[in-house]
Protein backbone atom coordinates (compact mmCIF):
# COMPACT_ATOMS: atom_id res chain seq x y z
CA UNK A 1 0.00 0.00 0.00
CA UNK A 2 1.49 2.91 -1.09
CA UNK A 3 0.80 6.26 1.03
CA UNK A 4 1.76 10.01 -0.29
CA UNK A 5 1.67 12.80 1.93
CA UNK A 6 1.21 16.34 0.43
CA UNK A 7 3.11 18.71 3.24
CA UNK A 8 6.69 17.25 4.42
CA UNK A 9 6.63 19.71 7.44
CA UNK A 10 7.08 19.08 11.41
CA UNK A 11 3.98 16.73 11.53
CA UNK A 12 4.17 14.99 8.20
CA UNK A 13 8.30 14.12 9.11
CA UNK A 14 6.97 12.61 12.64
CA UNK A 15 4.49 10.67 10.91
CA UNK A 16 7.26 9.33 8.24
CA UNK A 17 9.59 9.02 10.76
CA UNK A 18 7.51 6.74 13.05
CA UNK A 19 6.36 4.83 10.11
CA UNK A 20 9.53 3.41 8.93
CA UNK A 21 10.61 3.15 12.43
CA UNK A 22 7.77 0.75 12.79
CA UNK A 23 8.74 -1.24 9.45
CA UNK A 24 7.45 0.72 6.55
CA UNK A 25 9.36 0.80 3.44
CA UNK A 26 10.64 3.99 2.37
CA UNK A 27 9.69 3.40 -1.15
CA UNK A 28 6.25 2.78 -0.43
CA UNK A 29 5.64 6.55 1.39
CA UNK A 30 6.35 9.58 -0.69
CA UNK A 31 6.33 13.05 0.04
CA UNK A 32 5.13 16.15 -1.69
CA UNK A 33 7.02 19.39 -0.65
CA UNK A 34 7.37 22.72 -1.93
CA UNK A 35 9.88 23.69 0.03
CA UNK A 36 13.85 22.07 -1.68
CA UNK A 37 15.68 22.01 1.57
CA UNK A 38 12.74 20.02 3.12
CA UNK A 39 12.39 17.44 0.59
CA UNK A 40 16.48 17.11 0.67
CA UNK A 41 16.15 16.68 4.13
CA UNK A 42 13.53 14.00 4.36
CA UNK A 43 14.73 12.42 1.03
CA UNK A 44 18.21 11.84 3.53
CA UNK A 45 16.67 11.22 7.17
CA UNK A 46 13.49 8.72 5.87
CA UNK A 47 14.58 7.67 2.40
CA UNK A 48 11.41 8.08 0.95
CA UNK A 49 11.06 9.27 -2.51
CA UNK A 50 10.12 12.90 -2.56
CA UNK A 51 8.40 15.88 -5.19
CA UNK A 52 7.12 18.58 -5.61
CA UNK A 53 4.96 17.27 -7.94
CA UNK A 54 1.29 17.17 -6.74
CA UNK A 55 0.48 14.30 -9.57
CA UNK A 56 3.54 12.86 -9.15
CA UNK A 57 3.40 12.45 -5.96
CA UNK A 58 -0.33 10.56 -5.72
CA UNK A 59 0.17 8.52 -8.69
CA UNK A 60 -0.26 4.89 -7.51
CA UNK A 61 -1.02 5.37 -4.24
CA UNK A 62 -4.38 4.28 -2.40
CA UNK A 63 -4.37 6.63 0.34
CA UNK A 64 -3.39 10.45 0.26
CA UNK A 65 -2.35 12.05 3.72
CA UNK A 66 -2.95 15.58 3.36
CA UNK A 67 -0.48 17.33 5.52
CA UNK A 68 -0.17 20.74 4.81
CA UNK A 69 -1.21 24.36 7.07
CA UNK A 70 -4.45 24.56 7.63
CA UNK A 71 -4.48 27.75 5.52
CA UNK A 72 -3.45 26.19 2.65
CA UNK A 73 -5.66 23.36 2.22
CA UNK A 74 -7.91 24.73 0.34
CA UNK A 75 -5.22 25.80 -2.41
CA UNK A 76 -3.59 22.20 -2.00
CA UNK A 77 -7.10 20.44 -2.19
CA UNK A 78 -8.35 22.49 -5.15
CA UNK A 79 -5.18 20.97 -7.50
CA UNK A 80 -5.23 18.04 -6.36
CA UNK A 81 -8.80 16.97 -6.99
CA UNK A 82 -8.17 15.26 -9.96
CA UNK A 83 -5.78 13.23 -9.04
CA UNK A 84 -7.85 12.03 -5.89
CA UNK A 85 -10.85 10.08 -7.47
CA UNK A 86 -11.30 6.82 -5.20
CA UNK A 87 -8.51 7.41 -3.06
CA UNK A 88 -8.95 7.47 0.66
CA UNK A 89 -8.21 11.02 1.39
CA UNK A 90 -7.15 11.62 5.60
CA UNK A 91 -6.51 15.13 5.89
CA UNK A 92 -4.31 16.06 9.38
CA UNK A 93 -5.14 19.86 9.18
CA UNK A 94 -6.54 21.59 12.21
CA UNK A 95 -10.01 23.02 12.66
CA UNK A 96 -10.98 21.96 8.84
CA UNK A 97 -13.87 20.31 8.27
CA UNK A 98 -14.20 17.46 6.37
CA UNK A 99 -17.74 18.66 4.54
CA UNK A 100 -15.55 21.50 3.98
CA UNK A 101 -12.56 19.39 2.45
CA UNK A 102 -15.03 16.82 0.36
CA UNK A 103 -16.67 20.31 -1.15
CA UNK A 104 -13.23 21.21 -2.45
CA UNK A 105 -11.99 17.65 -3.53
CA UNK A 106 -15.53 17.65 -6.07
CA UNK A 107 -17.89 16.38 -3.31
CA UNK A 108 -15.57 13.67 -2.72
CA UNK A 109 -16.79 10.74 -0.30
CA UNK A 110 -14.17 9.44 1.01
CA UNK A 111 -12.26 12.06 3.93
CA UNK A 112 -11.01 11.03 7.13
CA UNK A 113 -9.92 13.54 9.34
CA UNK A 114 -6.84 12.88 11.81
CA UNK A 115 -5.49 15.08 14.82
CA UNK A 116 -1.83 13.12 15.46
CA UNK A 117 0.72 14.74 17.73
CA UNK A 118 4.27 14.80 17.32
CA UNK A 119 5.49 11.56 19.95
CA UNK A 120 4.32 9.88 16.60
CA UNK A 121 7.80 9.97 15.25
CA UNK A 122 8.86 7.24 17.85
CA UNK A 123 6.02 5.49 17.70
CA UNK A 124 4.44 7.30 20.79
CA UNK A 125 2.00 9.42 19.45
CA UNK A 126 -2.13 9.14 19.70
CA UNK A 127 -4.63 10.12 17.11
CA UNK A 128 -7.89 11.35 16.85
CA UNK A 129 -9.79 10.27 13.91
CA UNK A 130 -13.87 11.04 11.88
CA UNK A 131 -14.79 9.92 9.17
CA UNK A 132 -17.39 11.47 6.62
CA UNK A 133 -20.44 8.66 6.72
CA UNK A 134 -19.29 7.15 3.41
CA UNK A 135 -15.92 5.83 4.65
CA UNK A 136 -16.49 2.20 4.29
CA UNK A 137 -15.28 -0.20 7.14
CA UNK A 138 -12.21 -1.33 4.72
CA UNK A 139 -11.11 2.48 4.79
CA UNK A 140 -11.86 3.25 8.46
CA UNK A 141 -9.21 0.13 9.03
CA UNK A 142 -6.85 1.32 6.29
CA UNK A 143 -6.65 4.59 8.71
CA UNK A 144 -6.70 3.19 12.04
CA UNK A 145 -3.51 0.74 10.68
CA UNK A 146 -1.67 3.07 9.44
CA UNK A 147 -1.82 5.27 12.86
CA UNK A 148 -1.63 2.64 15.03
CA UNK A 149 1.94 2.40 13.58
CA UNK A 150 2.46 5.04 15.26
CA UNK A 151 0.55 5.18 18.54
CA UNK A 152 -2.79 4.61 19.75
CA UNK A 153 -5.99 5.47 17.39
CA UNK A 154 -9.38 7.43 19.16
CA UNK A 155 -12.19 6.89 16.67
CA UNK A 156 -15.00 10.20 17.76
CA UNK A 157 -18.32 10.26 15.93
CA UNK A 158 -18.45 13.64 16.37
CA UNK A 159 -16.57 15.65 14.37
CA UNK A 160 -16.30 18.86 16.76
CA UNK A 161 -14.78 16.65 19.14
CA UNK A 162 -12.08 16.84 17.28
CA UNK A 163 -11.36 20.69 18.30
CA UNK A 164 -11.03 19.12 21.87
CA UNK A 165 -8.66 16.60 20.67
CA UNK A 166 -6.76 18.98 19.36
CA UNK A 167 -6.62 21.45 22.51
CA UNK A 168 -5.66 18.12 24.43
CA UNK A 169 -3.17 15.61 22.86
CA UNK A 170 -2.35 17.22 19.13
CA UNK A 171 -0.93 20.41 20.97
CA UNK A 172 -0.31 18.35 24.38
CA UNK A 173 3.04 17.46 23.23
CA UNK A 174 3.85 20.90 23.58
CA UNK A 175 2.25 21.87 26.98
CA UNK A 176 4.39 19.03 28.32
CA UNK A 177 7.69 20.51 26.52
CA UNK A 178 6.46 23.75 28.40
CA UNK A 179 6.42 21.98 32.01
CA UNK A 180 9.86 20.32 31.56
CA UNK A 181 11.50 23.46 30.25
CA UNK A 182 10.07 25.42 33.76
CA UNK A 183 11.19 22.59 35.59
CA UNK A 184 14.57 22.54 34.53
CA UNK A 185 14.68 26.09 34.87
CA UNK A 186 14.04 26.32 38.77
CA UNK A 187 16.38 23.23 38.95
CA UNK A 188 18.76 25.20 37.68
CA UNK A 189 18.22 28.09 39.61
CA UNK A 190 17.85 25.87 42.95
CA UNK A 191 21.99 24.61 42.24
CA UNK A 192 21.38 21.55 39.46
CA UNK A 193 23.44 21.71 36.14
CA UNK A 194 20.79 22.00 33.56
CA UNK A 195 21.45 18.54 32.21
CA UNK A 196 20.86 17.03 35.75
CA UNK A 197 17.53 19.09 36.03
CA UNK A 198 16.57 18.24 32.48
CA UNK A 199 17.12 14.28 33.44
CA UNK A 200 14.91 14.45 36.90
CA UNK A 201 12.42 16.15 34.94
CA UNK A 202 11.97 14.03 32.14
CA UNK A 203 11.95 11.32 34.54
CA UNK A 204 9.28 12.26 36.68
CA UNK A 205 7.27 12.88 33.77
CA UNK A 206 7.50 9.03 32.44
CA UNK A 207 7.22 7.31 35.88
CA UNK A 208 4.35 9.75 37.16
CA UNK A 209 2.77 8.68 33.54
CA UNK A 210 3.39 4.82 33.43
CA UNK A 211 1.97 4.56 37.29
CA UNK A 212 -0.69 6.71 36.51
CA UNK A 213 -1.27 4.07 33.66
CA UNK A 214 -0.57 1.30 35.66
CA UNK A 215 -2.47 2.40 39.30
CA UNK A 216 -6.21 2.24 39.86
CA UNK A 217 -6.22 5.46 41.95
CA UNK A 218 -7.48 7.87 40.18
CA UNK A 219 -4.90 11.09 39.60
CA UNK A 220 -6.37 12.81 42.41
CA UNK A 221 -5.09 10.05 44.50
CA UNK A 222 -2.09 9.81 43.26
CA UNK A 223 -1.12 13.55 43.88
CA UNK A 224 -2.35 13.01 47.44
CA UNK A 225 -0.35 9.96 48.05
CA UNK A 226 2.60 12.64 47.10
CA UNK A 227 1.99 15.26 49.28
CA UNK A 228 2.73 14.90 52.85
CA UNK A 229 1.24 16.54 55.42
CA UNK A 230 3.39 19.52 56.16
CA UNK A 231 5.68 18.97 53.96
CA UNK A 232 7.32 20.09 50.61
CA UNK A 233 4.69 19.14 48.02
CA UNK A 234 2.36 20.61 49.67
CA UNK A 235 3.98 24.07 49.68
CA UNK A 236 4.42 23.47 45.75
CA UNK A 237 0.67 22.98 45.12
CA UNK A 238 -0.75 25.57 47.33
CA UNK A 239 1.60 28.16 45.75
CA UNK A 240 0.20 26.74 42.20
CA UNK A 241 -3.50 27.06 43.83
CA UNK A 242 -2.67 30.70 44.92
CA UNK A 243 -1.33 31.28 41.43
CA UNK A 244 -4.63 29.18 39.87
CA UNK A 245 -2.37 27.43 37.72
CA UNK A 246 -4.65 24.80 37.05
CA UNK A 247 -7.46 27.54 36.20
CA UNK A 248 -4.82 29.10 33.88
CA UNK A 249 -4.21 25.78 32.08
CA UNK A 250 -7.69 24.97 31.63
CA UNK A 251 -8.33 28.54 30.15
CA UNK A 252 -5.18 28.03 27.81
CA UNK A 253 -6.61 24.41 26.34
CA UNK A 254 -10.24 26.21 25.56
CA UNK A 255 -8.22 28.47 24.19
CA UNK A 256 -6.74 25.87 21.75
CA UNK A 257 -10.08 24.38 21.14
CA UNK A 258 -11.58 27.42 20.30
CA UNK A 259 -8.57 28.17 18.19
CA UNK A 260 -9.22 25.25 16.06
CA UNK A 261 -13.02 25.79 15.83
CA UNK A 262 -12.31 29.20 14.50
CA UNK A 263 -9.71 27.92 12.13
CA UNK A 264 -12.47 25.43 10.62
CA UNK A 265 -14.93 28.97 10.01
CA UNK A 266 -12.21 30.74 9.01
CA UNK A 267 -10.33 28.92 6.38
CA UNK A 268 -13.42 26.51 5.76
CA UNK A 269 -15.37 28.95 4.19
CA UNK A 270 -16.35 27.11 0.97
N1 LIG B 1 2.89 20.13 14.23
C1 LIG B 1 2.07 19.39 14.95
O1 LIG B 1 2.40 18.96 16.08
C2 LIG B 1 0.73 19.02 14.41
C3 LIG B 1 0.24 19.54 13.23
N2 LIG B 1 -0.99 19.18 12.74
C4 LIG B 1 -1.48 19.72 11.47
O2 LIG B 1 -0.59 19.27 10.49
C5 LIG B 1 -0.52 20.22 9.44
C6 LIG B 1 0.93 20.53 9.16
O3 LIG B 1 1.49 21.09 10.32
P1 LIG B 1 3.06 21.23 10.45
O4 LIG B 1 3.70 19.98 9.95
O5 LIG B 1 3.31 21.68 11.83
O6 LIG B 1 3.31 22.43 9.42
P2 LIG B 1 4.58 22.70 8.51
O7 LIG B 1 4.46 24.11 8.07
O8 LIG B 1 5.80 22.24 9.22
O9 LIG B 1 4.34 21.70 7.26
C7 LIG B 1 3.57 21.99 6.14
C8 LIG B 1 4.48 21.87 4.93
O10 LIG B 1 3.70 21.84 3.74
C9 LIG B 1 4.38 22.63 2.77
N3 LIG B 1 3.47 23.03 1.70
C10 LIG B 1 2.75 24.16 1.58
N4 LIG B 1 2.03 24.17 0.43
C11 LIG B 1 2.31 23.01 -0.18
C12 LIG B 1 1.90 22.43 -1.41
N5 LIG B 1 1.06 23.06 -2.24
N6 LIG B 1 2.38 21.22 -1.75
C13 LIG B 1 3.24 20.59 -0.92
N7 LIG B 1 3.69 21.09 0.26
C14 LIG B 1 3.23 22.29 0.62
C15 LIG B 1 4.88 23.78 3.61
O11 LIG B 1 5.84 24.55 2.93
P3 LIG B 1 5.90 26.13 3.34
O12 LIG B 1 6.30 26.20 4.78
O13 LIG B 1 6.96 26.65 2.40
O14 LIG B 1 4.55 26.71 3.11
C16 LIG B 1 5.44 23.05 4.80
O15 LIG B 1 6.75 22.56 4.58
C17 LIG B 1 -1.30 21.44 9.88
O16 LIG B 1 -2.53 21.49 9.20
C18 LIG B 1 -1.50 21.23 11.38
O17 LIG B 1 -2.74 21.75 11.82
C19 LIG B 1 -1.76 18.23 13.36
C20 LIG B 1 -1.32 17.68 14.53
C21 LIG B 1 -0.09 18.05 15.19
O1 LIG C 1 -0.57 24.30 16.65
C1 LIG C 1 -1.30 23.81 15.77
O2 LIG C 1 -2.19 24.48 15.22
C2 LIG C 1 -1.10 22.36 15.36
C3 LIG C 1 -2.33 21.55 15.60
C4 LIG C 1 -2.03 20.74 16.82
C5 LIG C 1 -0.60 20.91 17.02
N1 LIG C 1 -0.09 21.75 16.18
Redesign the pocket.
Known amino acids: MKITF???????GAMIGGLIHHGSTPSHICA????AM?RQQLAEACGVTVTAS?PDGIHGSEIVIL????Q??R??AN?AAQFLQNKLVIS???GVRASDLSQWLNRHEFVIRA????PALIGEGITGLYALPLVDSRQKEQATTILEAIGTVIWVNEEAQLDAVTALS?SG?AYVFYFLEAMQEAGTQLGLTADTAKQLAMQTFLGATHLAAQSNDTLATLRMKVTSQGGTTEQALLSMEQADIRGAFIRAMHAACDRSRQMGEIFGRT
Open positions: IGGGNMAVETDRIAVKPQLAVQIAAMPNTGP
